[in-house]
């Protein structure tokens, strides 16, 4: 586990996503997590789309399905789940910006209407065994207690119940360089507490009592995200005064997390950093 040399609490993670909210959603979008390239061809929106295809399919989802989303951003995922699998999702997330921003995003009428809470995961309040399908898509990796993050995701599934994590890795036994110039920096500058290798989520899920049926290395297909995130970047500071500003502001606590752009869109080409896809169930 790859871990950064100086280590914070949640209230520092909700920090980094309240300040950098404008720029998450203008570079990006309201779906915070990276694509998933087949073609290559295909836009953000598409690739975006993608990866949520695959979860869904991974949670084998049916229509009516309680679901939990670990670390929901601006609920974006949990309003894609209602609409195309008619779930009753749950989502949960640190930052005070994103959760009133879930809230004023209206539901369709025809889907069920997400419930938004903002709430640790690691001391949420959901009940034992209520959930058909937990997913965290890129939130483990934030969590100081990784083990007590699975053991969580354990304990409210029901037994069956079906779990996705999709998380950004270290790759296996990284050399020290790529540890001291692309993954240690991309933990700090990134409010991340750790990065794992696929070998240790596999391990950690393990250990906490669940069964990990799939474990995909996909960083090849989800790589491009972090170079358009670099091109667009470069773009605006080229051409909006704000992003420039944003950057010589010293008050500014989250700025540095520029310079993580460029070690992200890095550390995928040199192997250094991957990106998984894990899922399975809860026995009894
Ligand atoms: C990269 S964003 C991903 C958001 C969302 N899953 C998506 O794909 O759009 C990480 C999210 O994890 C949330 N998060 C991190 N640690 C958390 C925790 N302990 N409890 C709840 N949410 C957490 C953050 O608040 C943020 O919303």
Known sequence: MIVPTKSWQADTVAHHYDELDLFYRELWGEHLHHGLWHAGAETVTEATLRLLNVVAAHARLRPGQTVYDAGSGYGATARWLATHHSANVTALTLSPVQYRYAQTVPALPSAPKPRYLLEDWL????????????????????????????????????????????????????KAWEVRLLLEPICREGRLAGLGSLSEYQAGLQGAGLVVEGSDDVSRQVRRTWDLVLYRLIAKLATDRRYRRYLLDARQRERLFVWSTLRLALAYRTGSLRYGILSGYREA
């Not at 949420?124 to 898509?137: C, E, G, K, M, Q």
């Open 123 to 174: 001391s949420n309040t959901l009940p034992d065994r209520s959930a058909d399908v937990v997913v965290a898509i890129e939130s483990t990796e934030h969590m100081v207690d990784l083990a007590g993050c699975f053991a969580q995701i354990r304990r409210v599934l029901r037994p069956g119940g079906r779990f996705v994590v999709c998380a950004w890795l270290a790759c296996e036994a990284p």
